[in-house]
């Protein structure tokens, strides 16, 4: 059995990190919440072709806000075809490490990018996936606590903008 690391990448971003990403929640497969049981924020299709740009597929962590918040939330995002459903776009899907009592759809959604956790695999089982998300997130837990990136959290790109 392949044992994953607690923590990962250096210790601080290197290009092309960070990467900053925004765009309205829109709508996605559903499946997070109801299938994974890990919501997820979808940014718009524009946003993760920009993303495309400068990242390869795979899974990434970083902070994020939404809408008219100053909060910022650690955050673990999956960027690319989610091999698992065939996915037949690449889609950036942020899981926001809180728990919320709403959906937010048509807010928009502020994400840096400070690094990268594994590249995307499929899974022989729905179960192995979902391990392997949680995984994901207390590893960027873990990274996210590290000095050059914590302090990325203060990034005034993570602010909205005034009316």
Request: with cysteine; net charge negative.
């Amino acid at each position: 059995m392949f044992v994953r690391e607690d923590i990962c990448g250096p210790e601080a971003p290197q290009s092309p990190y960070p990467v900053y990403l925004k765009g309205e929640v829109s709508k996605g497969f559903g499946r997070g919440s109801k299938e994974l049981g890990i919501p997820t924020a979808n940014l718009p299709e524009a946003a993760a072709c920009e993303a495309g740009n400068v990242m390869e597929t795979g899974i990434y962590y970083g902070w994020s806000s939404v809408g008219s918040s100053h909060i910022v939330w650690p955050m673990v995002m999956s960027f690319g075809w989610n091999p698992y459903y065939k996915n037949e776009k690449r889609s950036a899907e942020v899981h926001i490490i809180n728990k919320f009592h709403a959906d937010f759809y048509g807010e928009e959604l502020r994400v840096i990018v400070t690094g990268y956790i594994r590249p995307e695999q499929n899974y022989t089982s729905l179960d192995a996936l979902i391990a392997d998300i949680n995984k994901d997130i207390e590893v960027a837990q873990n990274c996210l606590k590290r000095p050059a990136y914590d302090a990325l959290k203060n990034d005034s790109f993570l602010l909205p903008k005034n009316p």
